[in-house]
Nanobody, 124 residues
Framework: QVQLVESGGGLVQAGGSLRLSCAAS????????MGWFRRAPGKEREFVAA????????VYADSVKGRFTISRDNAENTVYLQMNSLRPEDTAVYYC?????????????????WGQGTQVTVSS
C-alpha cells in the first residue's frame, strides 16, 4: 500500500511560481513511476506530467511544456512539480499519483494510488 501526501499549493498571481511536493510512503519508491494530474472546476481530470522510476524519463502535457518541471528524489521518497509562468487557466486541484511500474504513462487509469490533492489558484 502506497500513501501519497501533496503539499505546496496556494494562491499566486499570474506569472508567478509554485513548487508542489508529494511525499510517498510504503513500497519501493524507485520502482514506481509518478504522475501529476489536475482537475479544474467543471472539467475532467487531465494529465500534467510524469516521471519514470529512475527519473530518467519525463513526459509533459503540451499545455505545461516549457513552464513546468517534474523531478524526484528517490532518497527522500518525494516527487516535485515546479510550476513557473503560471496562468489563470492553471487553476485546479493538483493530484499526485503513483504507478507500480517504472515506466511513464499519461492515462489516469494506469495509476493505482492517489493523493488527496492540493489547490492551486492563479489570479489574473
Amino acid at each position: 500500500q502506497v500513501q501519497l501526501v501533496e503539499s505546496g499549493g496556494g494562491l499566486v498571481q499570474a506569472g508567478g511560481s509554485l513548487r508542489l511536493s508529494c511525499a510517498a510512503s510504503g513500497g519501493t519508491f524507485s520502482g514506481y513511476s509518478m504522475g501529476w494530474f489536475r482537475r479544474a472546476p467543471g472539467k475532467e481530470r487531465e494529465f500534467v506530467a510524469a516521471i519514470s522510476g529512475s527519473g530518467g524519463t519525463t513526459v509533459y502535457a503540451d499545455s505545461v511544456k516549457g513552464r513546468f518541471t517534474i523531478s524526484r528524489d528517490n532518497a527522500e521518497n518525494t516527487v516535485y512539480l515546479q510550476m513557473n509562468s503560471l496562468r489563470p487557466e492553471d487553476t485546479a486541484v493538483y493530484y499526485c499519483a503513483a504507478r507500480t511500474a517504472p515506466t511513464t504513462r499519461t492515462s489516469p487509469s494506469a495509476y493505482g494510488y492517489w493523493g488527496q490533492g492540493t489547490q492551486v489558484t492563479v489570479s489574473s
